[in-house]
Nanobody
Framework: HVQLVESGGGSVQPGGSLRLSCTAS????????WGWFHQAPGKEREAVAA????????FYDDSVKGRFTISLADGRDTVDLQMTDLKPEDTAMYYC???????????????????WGQGTQVTVS
């Protein structure tokens, strides 16, 4: 059973940076797609970025391109989301998610991801 634990959230001023980490355990497959999603109060959960370990493909929402970077660490047990030039509209709960398959154009679809972390709050103000 795959378990995901996020860390690294917090409060920061506009223009600041934060680094989120998601540590995984319990997976048995050689390749996974890891995703980061965020959800602001009263809004739908939205995809932010994703990375597929099989070939290193990365995916970014247009709103974070050039500001956020998703990467693998610790022998692929940890997925990081480096966030720079943070804006108030980035304020949300951030969730790590995982699925086995290469997502392609479906990387944004939360229903494709069966495994989720508990979330970590990011506040920019």
């Amino acid at each position: 059973h795959v378990q995901l634990v996020e860390s690294g959230g917090g409060s920061v001023q506009p223009g600041g940076s934060l680094r989120l980490s998601c540590t995984a355990s319990g997976y048995t497959y050689s390749s996974y797609c890891w995703g980061w999603f965020h959800q602001a109060p009263g809004k739908e959960r939205e995809a932010v970025a994703a990375i597929y370990t099989g070939g290193g493909s990365t995916f970014y929402d247009d709103s974070v391109k050039g500001r956020f970077t998703i990467s693998l660490a610790d022998g692929r047990d940890t997925v990081d989301l480096q966030m720079t030039d943070l804006k108030p509209e980035d304020t949300a709960m951030y969730y790590c998610a995982a699925q086995r398959l290469y997502p392609g154009v479906r990387w944004r679809m939360s229903e494709e991801f069966p495994y989720w972390g508990q979330g970590t709050q990011v506040t920019v103000s």
